[in-house]
C-alpha cells in the first residue's frame, strides 16, 4: 500500500495547479464569448444568425488599446465603468427585441418605461397578477446579474491584456489592420453583417439620438396642441347636420388592414363583412368605408383613441401623457358643446382613469360599473356583444333622453384573442353570466401560440365576432337616428401583421339617413363595410377636422 500511496502524494499539489490553471483558462474564455456576444448581437430578431458573430468589433481593439494606456488602478475603474455599460446595452438590445416582436418599434430608453408597466398588467391577465409581477422581478433580477457579470468579464480581461502587454499590443496592431481593410472593402458574411464591426457604438448612439429626439419633440407636441381652429367655435357651429342622431365611435381592438387583405386571414373577416354590407342594406343602411393610418401598431390603443379624438398626432407615451394635461378640443368635448349627452365605454379599464377627463364625457362606464357578472376571457374583461348591450340597456333604451354621443372600446380581439364567446340571443345576455361555461370550452393561449398558424387563426376568429357584435347590435337596435362609426385602433402585433406591416386600419360609416350619406359622400369612401387595397386612405389625425367641418351645417 504504501509503495502506491506516496507517488499519489507527491503528484498532489501539480495536479491542484493544473485544475487551477484549467478554471483560469475557461474563465478567461468565457469571459471573452460573453463579451464578444454583448458587442456583436443585434438588436432585433432578423439579424440575430451565426454570421452576426463572425465580424470583428472595433470596440474590443479600442478597449485593449485603452487599457494599455492606464495603470492599474485606472485600468480596474475604467474596465469595470465599461464593462458595467456593456451589460447595460446587452440588457436594452433584449429590451428593443422583446418590443421588435410586441410593438414592431425599439424601446425608447427614456419614455417607454411605463410601457414596462402595462406590459406586466397584460401578463397579469394570463398567469395572474402575482405571477406577471414575479416574472418582472425575475427579469429585473436577471438583467442586474448581466449587468455584474460583464463587469466582471471586462475586468478579467483587462488583467489578461495587462499582464501580456506586447502580445497583446501585437495582435491588437494585425486586427486593426485586418479591420480597416474590411471596412474600407466592405466585406460581409451576410447582407447588413460587415465583418468590420462597430455595432455596440452605433446601438449606444442610436439610443442617445432617441432621447434627444424624444426631449425635442416634447416642444414640437405643446405647438401643436396649441393650435386649434376648433376650440372657440360656438355651439351653433357644430355638428348641425346630426341634429337629434345618436352618433357612436366604436373601436375594435387590433382591427388592422391585415384582416381585410391578408390572404390567410381576410376570408373568414370578408365573409362577415360582405354578408353584412348585405344584411344592412336590406335593413335600409347604407355604409361606407375607407382606411384611417394609426399612430400605433401592436398595441398602445390609447395613442390611437387620443389621437382621432384629437386632432393632434399622439404617437408615443410622453406625447400621451402631456396631451391629457391639456385642455384640447375633442370629438367628446364638441359633441357636449353641441348638446350631446356623451358617454365613454371603456370595458377594460379595471381602475380608476383620471386621464379620460380630456375627453369631456358625461359619463363613463368600466369594467366595475357596467354590470357584468361573467368570466374573462383571457385579457378581454367581457364579450363584446355584452359590452354593446349594457350599452344599450343603461343610455339607449332610456326614455325621453337627449341624444347621444359614445365612444365605446371592444376588446374581445383583444391579444392573446382566445378563448371567444360565441354569439347568442341579446334577450338572453342578461348580467353576462350566461357565458360562464364559454372559456372552458375554447382553446388557451398555451395550446393556439404554439403555432403561428393558429394564432393567426384566432386573431381572424375574434375579429370576425367583433364585427358580427356591430352588425347584429344595428340589425336589433338600430334606428333612423343611429349614426355608427366603426374603426380598428391599430394593426395586430407582427406575429399576425407581420414584420414592418402599415399603420393602417378600417373605418366605416353606417347610416340610415341619406342626409348624413350624402355628406360622407365628399370623402369619396368606397361603398358597403369592407374596404379594398384601393380605398381611400388619411391619417387619424386628420379625422376630427374633417367630420367637424362636414357635419358643421
Known sequence: MSVFTRPALVGLPGDRTSAREIASSAATTLSAVLVLFALLAPDDLDTLTPEAFVRLPVEALLGVAVVLMLRDGARRTVA???????????????IDIGFGLAL?????????????GNGVDLLGTSIGRA???????????????????????????????????????????????VWMVCAVSGAQLAPGQPLASR?????????LRQVRAGIRD???????????????????????????????????????????????IAPKVDAVLDAGTARLKNAGYGSRSAFLTSPTTSAGSWLAHSTFQSGVWVDSQHRYDDFVKTDRFTLGG?????GWETVGVVPAHTEDWPEGKVYGYDRYYDSRNIGYHGPRFSYATMPDQFTLSAFQRAERAKPDRPPLMAEIDLVTSHWPWTPLPRMIDWAAVGDGSVYDPMPSQ?????????????????????????????????????DDDLVLVFLGDHQPNPIVA????????????????????????????????????????????????????????
Open 80 to 94: 469595470v465603468s465599461a464593462g458595467a455599460l456593456l451589460g447595460l446595452l446587452t440588457v436594452f438590445k433584449a
Open 498 to 553: 407581420g414584420a414592418g406591416a402599415d399603420h393602417d386600419v378600417p373605418i366605416t360609416v353606417v347610416t340610415r339617413d341619406e342626409a348624413v350619406l350624402d355628406k360622407v359622400a365628399a370623402w369619396h369612401w368606397q361603398d358597403g363595410l369592407n374596404p379594398d387595397r384601393n380605398a381611400p386612405v388619411w391619417r387619424m389625425d386628420t379625422f376630427r377636422d374633417r367630420f367637424l367641418t362636414t357635419f358643421a351645417r
Open 131 to 177: 405571477g406577471a409581477i414575479a416574472s418582472f422581478a425575475g427579469l429585473t433580477l436577471l438583467a442586474a446579474v448581466v449587468i455584474v457579470l460583464m463587469a466582471l468579464a471586462v475586468l478579467r480581461l483587462s488583467r489578461v491584456v495587462a499582464g501580456r502587454r506586447t502580445a497583446s499590443a501585437r495582435v491588437t496592431a494585425v486586427l486593426s489592420v
Open 442 to 478: 375554447g382553446k388557451t393561449p398555451e395550446e393556439v401560440f404554439t403555432d403561428p398558424a393558429k394564432v393567426r387563426g384566432a386573431y381572424g376568429d375574434s375579429i370576425a365576432y367583433s364585427l358580427e357584435s356591430l352588425i347584429s347590435y344595428v340589425e336589433t337596435y338600430g
Open 199 to 207: 455595432s455596440a457604438v452605433a446601438f449606444a448612439y442610436d439610443d
Open 218 to 264: 416634447r416642444q414640437a407636441f405643446a405647438e401643436e396642441v396649441a393650435v386649434d381652429t376648433f376650440r372657440g367655435t360656438p355651439s351653433s357651429g357644430l355638428l348641425n347636420a346630426l341634429r337629434g342622431k345618436d352618433v357612436l365611435f366604436t373601436f375594435i381592438e387590433s382591427y388592422g388592414r391585415v384582416a381585410v387583405q391578408d390572404s390567410d
Open 334 to 338: 364638441a359633441f357636449k358643446r353641441a
Open 104 to 116: 414592431n418599434r425599439p424601446f425608447n430608453p427614456v419614455f417607454d418605461w411605463g410601457v414596462l
